[in-house]
């Protein structure tokens, strides 16, 4: 396989799994070569060493749940919470499917370094955003922006909301997600930070975010 293929294949391959960080420390925004080898070490070592359909379960929920902010979705199944997609959380999740891959071709598969570097200076953080209302459309049209103290940063790009799927568990009805893009350069990675999303109906939802807890 080429070099631009591969590239072209591992790019695709890259959102397939959940990832997640394994420290307590700001945002990364600058990484060094090092630093991103053992981004993607450190995801790829635990889904080498799973065996089996629940021991990867184990590790992508495990993984998804140190790079949320707001609710626990064990705890509050209804809960507003936000993924962040920082660039550790993209490499490490990168980590994991080279395993994943590595174990179904039998033989290594690893990230070229031409698209190490394309995370590497990846200029924005993208979240994903799920919270909960009353009826299937109820996040349409939603508005988020990031406050830190007096400071309002409004996204670079807003994805459109899913249609809310049925709600199994008490409380609303319907769940619900979309994604938003904030510039590097614009927010404080080191501040305590809140998410505030706006819906169409008026209602206000905060999703309080301590970005020194993730990487």
């Known amino acids: 396989m080429t070099s631009r293929k591969q ?10 799994l959940g990832a ?3 420290g307590v420390w700001a945002i ?20 080498e060493k799973a065996n089996s359909p629940e021991d ?11 790079t949320r902010v707001g609710a626990d979705p064990e705890k509050d199944p ?18 994991r499917q080279e395993a994943a891959e590595s174990k179904k071709r039998k033989t290594d598969v690893r990230m070229p370094e031409e698209f190490i570097r394309k995370v590497m200076d990846m200029p924005n953080m993208e979240m994903e955003v799920q919270l909960c209302g009353d ?11 990031l406050q830190q103290g007096s400071k309002r940063i409004k996204p670079i790009d807003i994805g459109k909301a899913e249609r809310g799927r049925k709600n199994e568990s008490n409380g609303l009805a319907f769940r619900s ?12 990675p080191n ?13 206000e939802i905060r999703i309080p975010a301590d970005f020194s807890k993730v990487k």
């Open 7 to 16: 590239i072209a294949s591992l790019l695709g391959l890259i959102g397939v």
């Open 20 to 22: 997640g960080n394994s």
């Open 28 to 47: 990364d925004v600058n990484l060094s070569a090092e630093e991103a080898h053992k981004a993607l070490e450190t995801g790829r070592i635990p889904m």
């Open 56 to 66: 990867v379960r184990k590790v992508l929920q495990q993984a998804s749940m140190v």
């Open 78 to 95: 209804c809960g507003a919470s936000a993924i962040l997609r920082t660039k550790r959380y993209r490499l490490e999740a990168f980590g």
């Open 135 to 145: 009826d299937e459309y109820f996040a349409e049209g939603a508005l988020i922006e």
């Open 177 to 188: 997600r979309f994604t938003a893009l904030f510039a590097y350069e614009q927010f404080d």
């Open 191 to 203: 501040a305590s930070s809140v998410f505030v999303v706006n819906l169409q109906d008026g209602k």
